[in-house]
């Protein structure tokens, strides 16, 4: 096809006399990598919140020997208080009060410890994952939204 024709044939198509431009660089402002760097980390974290709830399970967050002392001291619990309700029926000796006052105090202790460190690792658990996908989701959003605003602006 000769530079005639092939004119007539641009010329068709509305792009004769058209010379092709160069694409402008897009060059990205401070804001906007801050903006998309907060929109990528917060997809990250929804992700990871995902993964977190999919996958977790008791042996991540409880481990064997925190179970057995757990069993242990609610035992102790047990026993404890059927002691407390035998010593309610029967008159003891006040030096063995004393001493059942501090292991019960003790024993008291150590449950509540124990029984502490379980909500805490079943909140790990349970809604550690959640959290996470919340603050992503809340990432995602607040950073949408500054690079709305910068694109708005320019």
Known sequence: MSNVGHSRSLARFGLAGETKAAKPSRSFSTGEIVCWSGIVLGGLLILGGLAWNGQAKAADVWTEEQAAEYEA?????????????EHDSHR???????QHGELSLETTQ??????????????KRDVLGIRVMQAGMLAVV?????????????
Do not use: P, T
């Not at 003891?92 to 004393?98: G, K």
């Not at 607040?142 to 320019?154: A, E, M, P, T, V």
């Open 92 to 98: 003891h000796a006040a030096d063995h009060d004393h």
């Open 73 to 85: 001291a609610s035992q102790a619990m047990h026993c404890l208080a059927n002691e407390a309700a």
């Open 110 to 123: 150590r449950f509540e410890r124990i029984e502490q460190e379980l909500e805490a690792a079943l909140y």
């Open 142 to 154: 607040g950073f949408g939204l500054g690079l709305r605003s910068i694109h708005q602006k320019s």
